[in-house]
C-alpha cells in the first residue's frame, strides 16, 4: 500500500485518535438531533393537525386527489366516501407521551441527512479520491430514497391502510374507536421502515461494485424475490391484514427491479468460468447416459 494511502487512513494516527474522531461524530450527531426534538415539541399544533392526524378524514391529500382525478376520466368511483375516523386516548399519560414520541421519531426522519452526512465525512478520509466521489453521490442517493420511501408510505400506503381497517365493520353495532397509540405506531413504522427498505437499490448498488451481486443473480432469483418481498412486507406492516402487505409489496417489488437495473452486469472472466463449468457439467451428463444406455443394451443382448 502506497504511503499516500496510509495518511488518506490516518494509519499514522493511534486508535485514540480515531476513536476521538468517532466519540465527536456521535456528540454533534445527537446533539443535533435533541435540538430537532425539542423544536419538533414546541409546534405540537402543527404537527398533529397538519401532519399526523389529517389523514383521519376523507379531506386528506390522497383522498381529495382521488376525488379530483374521478371527476377528470369521468369515474366517481374512484372517489372515496366521505369518513372521519374517531380517535381516543385510553391511559392517564397517553396524550403526553404520544407528543414525546412522535416529536422524536420526526425528529429523526428530519436528520437523516445530516447522520448520513456525518457517517460520509467520517470514513471520508480513508477513501481514495474516485472513491470519495462515488460514496457521496451514495450517500445523497439514500437520503433521497429513504425519504421517497417515507412518502411513499405517508401518502400512499397509509392512507389506504387506515381507510381501509378504520372504516371496515363486521357489524354496524360495532363502532371502531382508534387508540393514539394504534394509529401512531402503525403511521410511524410504516414510514420508517418503508424508508429504509428504499434502501434497497443502494445496497444492491454497493454489493454489485465488490462483486457479491451481478444483474444475472438477481434475474435468475426473480422467481424467488415476490416471496421475500411478501416476507419483508408481513415484517414491516405492523398489521396482519392482506390488503396491507399488498400494498407495501407491490413498491418493495418494483424497487428490486431496480436494483438489477444499478447492478453492474457479470465480470467476462466470470462468465467465461461458469460457461466452462456448465460445459464441463453437459459432457459429463451425456457420458453417463451414454455408459447407462450401453449398460441396457448388454442387459437386453444377455
Not at 59 to 68: A, K, Q, S, V
Not at 276 to 298: C, G, I, T
Amino acid at each position: 500500500m502506497s504511503s499516500n494511502k496510509k495518511s488518506s487512513l490516518g494509519f499514522e494516527s493511534s486508535f485514540w485518535d480515531h476513536l476521538e474522531v468517532l466519540r465527536w461524530t456521535l456528540l454533534r450527531s445527537l446533539g443535533v438531533l435533541l435540538v430537532l426534538v425539542i423544536v419538533c415539541f414546541g409546534f405540537k399544533d402543527f404537527i398533529f393537525n397538519k401532519v399526523i392526524l389529517p389523514p383521519l378524514t376523507s379531506e386528506f391529500h390522497t383522498y381529495r386527489f382521488l376525488c379530483f382525478l374521478a371527476d377528470l376520466v369521468k369515474m366517481p368511483g374512484l372517489c372515496p366516501d366521505s369518513f372521519q375516523i374517531q380517535m381516543i386516548n385510553i391511559t392517564l399519560s397517553g396524550q403526553f407521551m404520544t407528543h414525546m414520541i412522535s416529536s422524536l421519531i420526526i425528529a429523526v426522519i428530519i436528520t437523516v441527512p445530516y447522520l448520513l452526512y456525518e457517517a460520509w465525512k467520517f470514513v471520508k478520509p480513508a477513501l481514495y479520491p474516485n472513491e470519495k466521489k462515488s460514496v457521496g453521490k451514495i450517500f445523497l442517493s439514500s437520503s433521497f430514497l429513504f425519504y421517497l420511501g417515507a412518502a411513499v408510505s405517508y401518502f400512499v400506503i397509509f392512507p389506504f391502510t387506515l381507510r381501509f381497517l378504520g372504516t371496515y365493520q363486521v357489524s354496524e353495532t360495532i363502532v371502531n374507536q382508534i387508540s393514539i397509540q394504534s394509529y401512531m405506531n402503525t403511521l410511524a413504522l410504516l414510514v420508517f421502515f418503508m424508508g429504509i427498505a428504499f434502501e434497497l437499490p443502494v445496497v444492491v448498488f454497493l454489493l454489485s461494485q465488490i462483486g457479491l451481486v451481478n444483474k444475472e443473480m438477481l434475474r435468475k432469483f426473480r422467481k424467488y424475490s415476490f416471496v421475500g418481498v411478501l416476507i419483508l412486507a408481513a415484517f414491516i406492516t405492523p398489521t396482519t391484514d392482506p390488503f396491507t402487505m399488498l400494498l407495501v409489496a407491490t413498491p418493495l417489488y418494483l424497487l428490486y427491479e431496480l436494483s438489477i437495473v444499478v447492478s453492474k452486469e457479470k465480470a467476462k472472466s466470470e462468465s467465461a468460468d461458469d460457461a466452462e463449468v456448465e460445459s464441463k457439467e453437459e459432457v459429463a451428463e451425456d457420458s453417463e447416459n451414454e455408459a447407462l444406455q450401453e449398460d441396457s443394451e448388454l442387459g437386453n443382448s444377455e
